[in-house]
């Protein structure tokens, strides 16, 4: 043996340096077989159903699937039908390729190929030219190359999503998402047999219309059946769908959801993910087009052509529906246009976040009386958009009935922030300076996107946190931003209720109709007709309008957007009987007070029209009421009389005491007030009967000390004495209101800081009393 060695020494060493290189050409790193492809992408709704499939650089549908991801009857009908020796040679089989060269070359007959699934895979992935003998050598040593550098579990694959299967489908995963739906770990013994056969002729004809396969391609199918039945069992059952029709799905028919959606993703979301899934529900989106495509159909003949329309998930900011344009495919409306990214004048849908701040910075609360009179903001003079005027109205309706002047004097008065630097804080992009807008913003002289819009009343609904909007499911969650209050939002959706669908009597009949808050918008020039609102847990915009700005007098928020809004509400309450959100949470710093409703202001015995608002201690205005005021008049004149009063000849009469622009516009609408009687000729000024109220707590004189650390658990009780005709006391607190009690009751107020402060009651006759306390916090 040791002879035999010596003797042989030199040839083994040769062959011990062979198996050397061969080992090491397999384990030195190579590129993976995918490495020269480009893929397709795939979007998904949240359901994980296919939105869009869209094509490779290079024009196919390509998808890349792992070996373990194919389903082994692919594998193996593969193996039968190209390459049973696959496992075993060595990238070339000698036996075949001497068969199909005396075939073709020497006998004459008909030209057989014997190419095995490796120099297939050389033969695509090289791009050879193997029609002739130079090339067909070329093709052997490139999967020769092939085999040395890869394991068959790489060729395998790499095979498989190499292959042709028709049409511009390249790879097993995209043909068989694309003939079948579904991914080829699930398909059946049909359809695996059937992607088996493609790939040597992929010219097998099928109706593109019909997607029915012809007869070369069912032949070939069962063909290859015939001989897996002499390998494989195969039970009757999966041997019956073999006489079914074969229906393959095109490449036309793949499912084209939500296209302006999709193309922002790819727009602003850049990265190398093949599978995107995004926030989209494919069902709301359906609804949602359904009911924009018969809206236009129906209003075409007034010029209404195009619209958008964005719906969000307020829970998650997810996207759940978006439409861009009524029809992407239209080039007359310009239908490729993205209308929910795209800036618009506003109108009015703004409105509500003007109260909203002003809510927050103490300048009303919903029934505060405002002043819808003709008014000159310097060098600005709004007009309402009836050029009508109604007087005092209160904050609710003047939101809901969109008066201009009401919501530029609160925006006129507005501080830290700013109407223009709420837009700047809650990421409204590309405003100009705010000397820019004046405030002409407050009424749509700015420009924002319906996504933009979206977001700000999702931002209601939220408590008064701002937050971006999703588009793809698993994005980074971003920390809420707080822009309003959660009072100012709760209190600006519950105004926002009570504007009642107008024109449907129906739906104030049925007990089931879900609750919206919405508000409409009209540009200057009838440009944009919008209606923005919230209902359920969602947050949706509808635009009307032409992208080239072209106006029409159809475009009123009210009379165009605002239908369709409300077909698009009813279509998902319909479709999800339980969208119904639980109330809103009532924030716990929130009262509820009784006021006088035809001033806005705190109850008194003189107002008969009694209601309710909701305020914020310490931070909404409200005082007594002052426009009912009593007046002791002589019983025969009717004119006031000086004290001492003569009881039996004089009465008390009740009048309205209105400023003098707000009593014009009565007296022009025909309602004119009754003039009070003048008291000048009095020498002292008349008063009512009974004693005003005596503070009997907080003491005079008196400093209250408090240790920080036990801050919130001590309290100042106010109390005080009243006369016997008083049924409510309001507490003050340097002039800003605390709370009100009944007679003989305390109400509890807790200093946040040290010093002065002045204390007044006043009870609901209007008569008053004060102190000033001193309080020191101590460490």
Not at 221 to 242: C, G, H, T
Not at 315 to 328: H, P, T
Not at 554 to 579: E, K, R
Not at 650 to 660: D, N
Request: glycine fraction near 6%.
């Amino acid at each position: 043996m040791i002879g035999f060695i010596v003797r042989q020494q030199n040839k083994l060493m040769a062959i011990v340096l062979i198996l050397l290189t061969l080992v090491a050409i397999r384990l030195f790193p190579h590129p993976p077989l995918s490495v020269s492809l480009s893929f397709s992408k795939r979007f998904y709704d949240d359901n994980n159903q296919l939105i869009r499939m869209t094509l490779a650089d290079d024009d196919r549908y390509r998808l890349w699937t792992p070996l373990e991801e194919i389903s082994p009857d692919i594998i193996n009908g593969l193996l039968l039908h190209e390459d049973q020796w696959f496992y075993y040679h060595t990238g070339f089989n000698p036996f075949s390729l001497s068969r199909a060269f005396w075939q073709t070359f020497v006998s004459g007959g008909n030209r057989q190929g014997a190419s095995t699934i490796t120099m297939q895979l050389a033969r695509m992935h090289w791009r050879l030219n193997t029609k002739t003998i130079g090339g067909k050598l070329t093709q052997i040593a490139r999967a020769i190359q092939l085999e040395l550098m890869y394991s068959k579990h790489d060729i395998l694959e790499a095979y498989l999503n190499y292959a042709p299967f028709g049409r511009n489908i390249e790879s097993i995963g995209a043909a068989s998402l694309i003939y079948f739906n579904k991914p080829p770990s699930e398909v059946n013994l049909p359809e695996a047999l059937t992607l088996v056969v493609l790939p040597q002729s992929p010219t097998y004809r099928t109706d593109r219309k019909t997607g029915i396969a012809g007869p070369a391609l069912i032949k070939a199918r069962n063909m290859l059946f015939q001989r897996w039945q002499e390998k494989y069992p195969v039970d009757s059952n999966i041997a019956a769908l073999f006489d079914q029709k074969l229906v393959l799905r095109q490449p036309e028919k793949l499912p084209f959801v939500a296209p302006h959606f999709v193309n922002q993703i790819m727009q602003d979301h850049v990265s190398n993910d093949l599978e995107v899934h995004t926030t989209l529900d494919s069902q709301l989106q359906k609804i949602i087009t359904t009911q924009v495509e018969a809206f236009i159909e129906r209003n075409s003949i007034k010029g209404i052509n195009n619209a958008a329309v964005i719906l969000v998930d307020t829970q998650s900011m997810e996207i759940k529906a978006l439409i861009g344009s009524a029809d992407y495919f239209n080039q007359a409306i310009e239908g490729q246009v993205n209308g929910t990214n795209a800036k618009r004048s506003p109108g009015s849908t703004l409105k509500p976040f003007i109260y909203a701040l002003g809510i927050d910075q103490g300048l009303l609360h919903p029934q505060t009386i405002l002043k819808d009179v003709a008014t000159n903001f310097g060098a600005y003079t709004p007009e309402n958009f009836d050029r009508n005027f109604r007087g005092p109205i209160s904050a609710t309706d003047a939101l809901i009935h969109s008066r201009n002047i009401p919501a530029v004097a609160i925006a006129q008065k507005l501080k830290k922030p700013s109407f223009y630097e709420f837009l700047v804080n809650t990421h409204i992009q590309n405003l100009a300076d705010e000397a820019h807008y004046g405030l002409a913003l407050v009424l749509g002289g700015g420009e924002i996107t319906a996504q933009e819009l979206v977001s700000l009343y999702a931002m209601l609904d939220n408590g008064g946190n701002w937050q971006p909007l999703k588009f793809i499911k698993h994005d980074n969650q971003v920390e809420p931003e707080r822009q309003l209050s959660e009072e100012a939002a709760f209190m600006t959706l519950d105004m926002l209720k009570k504007n009642t669908r107008p024109q449907d009597i129906l739906s104030k009949m049925q007990k089931k109709m879900i609750p919206v808050a919405w508000k409409t918008g009209t540009s200057w020039g009838f440009r944009d007709a919008w209606t923005a609102g919230n209902f359920g847990h969602y947050a949706m915009v509808v635009w009307l309008g032409n992208f080239n700005n072209q106006g029409n007098n159809a475009f009123v928020g009210i009379d165009a957007a605002t239908p369709l809004f409300f077909n698009i509400v009813d279509s998902i309450n319909a479709y999800y009987p339980n969208i119904r959100k639980e109330k809103h949470r009532i924030p716990p710093n929130l009262k509820r007070v009784d006021i006088c409703l035809t001033s806005g202001n705190l109850m008194t015995q003189w107002c008969k029209a009694k209601g309710k608002t909701w305020f914020i201690p310490g931070v909404s205005p409200i005082k007594p009421d002052t426009i009912f005021r009593p007046v002791r008049v002589d019983n025969q004149t009717g004119k006031a009389v000086c004290p001492p009063y003569d009881m039996e000849n004089s009465h008390i009469e009740v009048f309205e005491f209105w400023p003098s622009d707000l009593a014009a516009i009565f007296a022009k609408a025909g309602l004119p007030k009754k003039t009070p009687p003048t008291t000048q000729h009095c020498q002292t000024v008349q008063s009512l009967n009974g004693e005003p109220p005596k503070i009997t707590s907080p003491l005079k004189n008196v400093v209250y000390q408090f240790r920080q650390s036990k801050q919130k658990s001590e309290r100042i009780s106010f109390t005080a004495n009243s006369d016997g005709d008083v049924k409510t006391l309001y507490w003050f607190v340097n002039d800003t209101f605390i709370g009100q009690s009944e007679p003989h009751t305390s109400l509890s107020w807790i200093p946040t800081q040290s010093g002065s402060f002045k204390v007044l009651v006043l009870d609901d006759l209007g008569r008053s009393d004060s102190r000033t306390i001193k309080v020191e916090l101590l460490n």
